[in-house]
């Protein structure tokens, strides 16, 4: 079986972390696996990726429309692989991540398999404000989040993969949502899996621990105000996904309603209980935010909501 392990790229900034993920991807590849890093058509940036993986197995192609969407279409349209897989450029791979996320494909019912996001924090360590609850902040996985393999309603962007075949039943991703440059509208990896469950039906994204990437969170993530704007902007952007899908949000979101009620009788209650004040307001004023964003959403164009 082979792999097409797609990459998108749209500043240097990320430099010193794409090629820790490339060194730690090259030697799981073995021949089974290619790599795709998909470049925006900026000069700078093209010209500079091709010198730093001149002599390293990866093929470099130029995406002439803005947008990690429009990346990934491109890289599924130029990949050769049974298996599309999807990597953060900021998001580094364990030794033995290639084979665990290949292995449940053995499985003719999974179409899709997800593997369990670690935040990396670029400076100190895991602010005592932020729980782990608000992970998915940062595009990690989070406190709530089953801890073994289970089927799930989506998987993340920053470590997912999908049979080839999906994508011709259901489509490419929405360029309509999802990162341009710093700018975003969330959800474009929920969006594309909640399309993908209506097609297929329940139970075939897997989610795996075992293959495992570290995301590294650089420090303008990690403070308060970052952390209550992707609350807002999550919340917006469940809205457009609500409305995506003909506003059926207790069949389509039901995964951000079990957390939500995992917060009220769990997460928020057992942070007071534990004296953790701040994570405790942190988890009050995200919860109010992401509702105050899904209403205003609703209610309005994304462009004046955010």
Not at 66 to 84: F, H, P, Q, W
Not at 134 to 154: C, E, M, Q, T
Not at 271 to 299: A, E, H, N, P, W
């Amino acid at each position: 079986m082979e792999a097409s392990i797609i990459i998108s790229a749209y500043t240097l900034e990320r430099l010193p972390d794409l090629q820790d993920a490339i060194d730690a991807l090259e030697p799981q590849l073995k021949g089974r696996a290619e790599i795709l890093l998909i470049v925006e058509d900026e000069k700078p940036l093209v010209e500079g990726l091709k010198i730093e993986f001149s002599n390293r197995p990866v093929n470099i192609l130029v995406s002439s429309r803005r947008g990690v969407t429009a990346a990934r279409n491109l890289g599924i349209e130029k990949s050769t692989g049974d298996i599309i897989i999807f990597l953060d450029d900021d998001a580094v791979p364990s030794d033995t991540w290639l084979t665990e996320i290949l292995a449940p494909y053995s499985n003719p019912k999974n179409m899709g398999v997800g593997g369990n996001i670690y935040p990396s924090w670029k400076v100190g360590s895991r602010p005592e404000w932020f729980p782990t609850e608000l992970d998915w902040l940062i595009g990690s996985f989070y406190g709530g989040h089953p801890k073994r393999r289970a089927y799930v309603r989506n998987i993340i962007g920053a470590n997912m993969s999908f049979r080839r075949e999906v994508f011709d039943v259901v489509g490419g991703f929405s360029t309509s949502i999802g990162a341009i440059g710093k700018k975003r509208i969330a959800g474009d990896d929920s969006e594309f899996c909640m399309r993908l469950r209506k097609a297929y039906g329940p139970n075939h994204i897997l989610f795996i621990p075992e293959a495992r990437v570290e995301h590294r969170v650089p420090p303008e993530r990690q403070t308060i105000k970052h952390s209550l704007k992707r609350a807002y902007i999550e919340g917006v952007s469940k809205a457009v996904i609500a409305r995506m899908f003909e506003g059926k949000t207790t069949q389509n979101l039901d995964t951000e309603f079990n957390h939500l009620i995992y917060l009220a009788t769990k997460g928020i209650p057992g942070k007071l209980k534990k004296g953790k004040i701040g994570q405790f307001i942190m988890l009050i004023l995200c919860t109010s935010l992401v509702l105050l964003g899904y209403m205003r959403g609703s209610m309005s164009m994304v462009r004046e909501a955010i």
